[in-house]
């Protein structure tokens, strides 16, 4: 089932950079509704861009982020 989840959730991401024309990014912290963690400066990780991709500059598509814009 995990499988399947996971390449569905790929399409979609797919499907939906075709549509917009670009990476379409939804922050991992504003997915759980963690938005705190999501807007800090680090992370589990470490240092971390709050609200942008790790891999692109594609800016977090949630509400908390317009603010920033």
């Given at each position: 089932m995990t499988d399947l989840r996971t390449r569905l959730a790929t399409?979609?991401?797919?499907i939906a950079h075709r549509?917009?024309?670009?990476?379409?990014?939804?922050?991992?912290?504003?997915?759980h509704g963690d938005h705190d963690y999501c807007q800090n400066m680090t992370g589990m990780q470490g240092a971390?861009?709050?609200g942008?991709?790790?891999h692109c500059d594609?800016?977090?598509i949630c509400r908390?982020?317009?603010?920033?814009a």
């Open positions: 399409a979609l991401q797919r549509i917009a024309g670009r990476h379409i990014y939804l922050s991992t912290g504003c997915l971390k861009r709050p942008t991709c790790k594609a800016r977090c908390c982020h317009q603010e920033d």
